[in-house]
Nanobody, 117 residues
Framework: QVHLVESGGGLVQAGGSLRLSCAAS????????MHWYRQAPGKLRELVAR???????YYADSVKGRFTISRDNAKNTVYLQMNSLKPEDTAVYYC???????????WGQGTQVTVSS
């Protein structure tokens, strides 16, 4: 399993942008699924976006058209570009890597994103 470290969170006004990074301790080239999840206070953790080793992507309806997930295998890093941020995007964002859908996989420690209205 790889060790994951998220960065790039912060405080931004509604309508602004942030780019989150998830740096892995090892190669991500062969990892089948890389995810971004988020958890808001009092809510369950939810899947935000996923990218496969073949660069197929999935987005939650709530972020579709605003967020973009990408991966740079040479840098062992996955990104989440977040545009047109809304206060409801406020949450701790976590990176997850796994090879199979039912795996627990590896999780990062999370990075806080706060969007002010």
């Amino acid at each position: 399993q790889v060790h994951l470290v998220e960065s790039g969170g912060g405080l931004v006004q509604a309508g602004g942008s942030l780019r989150l990074s998830c740096a892995a301790s090892g190669s991500i080239r062969s990892i089948n699924f890389m995810h971004w999840y988020r958890q808001a206070p009092g809510k369950l953790r939810e899947l935000v976006a996923r990218i496969t080793s073949g660069d197929s992507t999935y987005y939650a309806d709530s972020v579709k058209g605003r967020f973009t997930i990408s991966r740079d295998n040479a840098k062992n890093t996955v990104y989440l570009q977040m545009n047109s941020l809304k206060p409801e995007d406020t949450a701790v964002y976590y990176c997850n890597a796994r090879d199979y859908p039912d795996d627990v996989g590896s999780w990062g420690q999370g990075t806080q994103v706060t969007v002010s209205s």
